[in-house]
């Protein structure tokens, strides 16, 4: 989201850097999948245009985005939600909305703030299948930021933090029971 104060930044063979502005707006737009902690939901919209909303703002005509946004929502157990406005629904359900608008634009690079973090055990295990399926391809990637350690079994790689800095990582092997 931000630009890097020093070394490099490189995604998928793109040197950040590079880019100007708007450049670095589209790229991540049509790269990066965002979960932000605080959903980012907007209330005027209801769920399925929610998720709907990368897809809007890259050019896809409104109904077609619903359709793929209600897949989504569907897979996240939320068919019966997708007409409700942010005020009808949990705090679970408004987390599955913003995953579901995370993945709809199919991106190669999803970043995570605790998407399991308003999720009942069921649904974390559900969104977690998801996200890793979709990031275990050859050109894909997902960076998990959490403290929930009943999610540690779907990662690769865990880089443990403390104070801002790295303090070990553990590679797990792929396990594909998930």
Do not use: W
Not at 52 to 79: Q, T, W
Not at 88 to 98: I, K, M, T, Y
Not at 153 to 175: K, N, S
């Amino acid at each position: 989201m931000l630009r890097a104060d020093e070394g490099e930044v490189t995604v998928f063979g793109t040197d950040l850097k590079t880019l100007g502005g708007r450049a670095l707006s589209r790229f991540r737009g049509e790269t990066v999948g965002f979960v932000f902690q605080q959903f980012n939901l907007l209330p005027a919209l209801d769920a399925a245009e929610n998720a709907a909303v990368p897809l809007i703002v890259h050019g896809m005509p409104s109904g077609r985005a619903r359709r793929r946004a209600s897949e989504l929502l569907d897979l996240l157990g939320l068919a019966e939600n997708m007409n409700k406005f942010l005020r009808e629904l949990s705090g679970g359900q408004q987390q599955r909305v913003a995953i579901a608008r995370a993945l709809v634009h199919d991106p190669k690079f999803i970043v995570c703030d605790e998407p399991t973090a308003s999720l009942d055990g069921a649904s974390g295990n559900a969104v977690m299948n998801l996200l890793r399926s979709h990031a275990v391809r050859p050109d894909r990637a997902a960076i998990v930021v959490t403290h929930d350690e009943r999610i540690f079994r779907f990662a690769d790689r865990i880089a443990f933090m403390a104070d801002g800095r790295v303090i070990r990582t553990e590679e797990h092997p792929r396990d594909e029971k998930h």
